[in-house]
Structure formats: C-alpha cells, structure tokens
C-alpha cells in the first residue's frame, strides 16, 4: 500500500497546487470586478474532497482492500487522464478558472480546448477522479459513498455556475 499512499498523497498536492492558482486567479477576477456566486457550497466541496483523499487511505487499510491488478491499473490510467484534462481546464480558462465561481461581468465564454466539446469539462475530470482514485485499491465503499455525494453537490455547484454566466456573460 505505500505506493498507493504516495498516489493519494500526489492527488493531495496536486490539490494544493489548484488552490494556489485558484487564489491567484481569484485575485485578478475580483480586480476585474468579479463577483463570487455560491459561497455557501464551497465549504462542502472542500469537506467532500478531503474526506475523499482521507478516505482512499482508510478503507484499504480498515477493510484490507487488495490490490486487483485487473481493476486497479485502469483505475490508475482514469486517475491520470482525469488529471491532464483538469490541467487542460486550468491552461484554457487561464486567469478565469477558479475553485470558486467567480464570474467576471461582460467576459466572453471560452469555446477552445475541451470547451469546444463540453460545457464543463473540469467537472468531467472530478467525476473520473473521485470514482477511479478509491478503485485503484479497490475501495469500492469510498468510490460509492463519494460518488453519490460528488453527484448531490455537482448539481447545485452547475447550476449555480450556469446561473452566473447566463446572468454575466453575453450570449
């Protein structure tokens, strides 16, 4: 299991990393008169996706979840698909991307990278990780409970999202 503690540890830092470009970009949008949308989701959001890396690391460990290889490396190649397109995200929306919603009044919408394809890809890449990462040492409990709630918590952070940019953006 150290190896997989190492991977979560990674998906951890990887976290952190977003956090700090999110507080960077937040800072420009809010300069651009930004405004925040959906404050009282956030801290959800952060609980959910904490309580996902606490718990890739706990039900292995409680429950002595093996290693399925024929699960596991699959699992593992979602987990880094999910990331490279989070990091396509990040690199196309630029200065806009946030962990917050903060929409900038007038902004156009982006249509390049995955945005040519989806509405919300970011939220592709979470849904990928947050049902691959448990997977890969077979925490079926954890990618069950997680997913379900991701799934609660996506259908309001979207609609407060498409709210926002309706109310925002030109069409």
Avoid at 89 to 118: D, E, K, M, Q, S
Avoid at 148 to 153: F, H, M, Q, R
């Amino acid at each position: 299991m150290p190896w997989y503690t190492l991977l979560v540890l990674a998906v951890g830092a990887e976290r952190v990393a977003e956090l700090a470009v999110a507080r960077r970009n937040a800072a420009w949008t809010l300069a651009r008169a930004g405004v925040e949308h959906g404050r009282g989701h956030y801290p959800v959001m952060v609980a959910l996706h904490t309580g996902l890396l606490v718990c890739c690391l706990a039900e292995p460990l409680l429950a002595h979840r093996p290693f399925l290889p024929a699960l596991g490396w699959p699992m593992l190649a979602f987990v880094v698909l999910a990331q490279a397109l989070r990091w396509w995200c990040i690199r196309t929306l630029g200065p806009y991307w946030n962990t917050r919603v903060i929409v900038v009044p007038g902004a156009r919408l982006v249509g390049t990278g995955p945005y040519r394809f989806l509405r919300h890809p970011n939220y592709v890449a979470v849904v990928v990780e947050i049902a691959a990462l448990p997977l890969v040492h077979s925490a079926w409990l954890t990618a069950t409970v997680f997913t379900v709630a991701n799934a609660l918590l996506l259908a309001v952070r979207i609609r407060c999202e498409n709210t926002a940019l309706a109310a925002a953006v030109p069409a």
